[in-house]
């Protein structure tokens, strides 16, 4: 993989920029919560495609998504693709 240094005229983001990311913030409260440790986007990444649920649940709950019901089954693979993702509430 080519990295930001490595591209002429690239944009990388300064450490003021990625102490205050989202990203950041996510990966510091996984750690914080136990649902584990990752060196960077790329760890994180693959943990979030092999255990789609815990993910998305972490996803809810670093974000305090507030609902009326509890959030749907995560869908995967081609039921996915032809759907919004999420199997419907009723």
Request: charged fraction near 20%; proline fraction near 4%; include cysteine.
């Amino acid at each position: 993989m080519t990295s930001a240094e490595q591209v002429p005229g690239s944009w990388t983001p300064g450490r003021a920029t990625i102490d205050d990311a989202n990203l950041t913030r996510f990966l510091s409260w996984l750690v914080d919560t136990g649902r584990g440790e990752f060196a960077d986007y790329h760890e994180l990444w693959a943990a979030s495609v092999d255990d789609l649920e815990w993910f998305w649940d972490a996803i809810w709950k670093f974000f305090d998504i507030q609902a009326a019901t509890a959030p749907p089954a995560v869908l995967a693979g081609s039921e996915c693709l032809a759907s919004n993702g999420f199997r419907a509430r009723r």
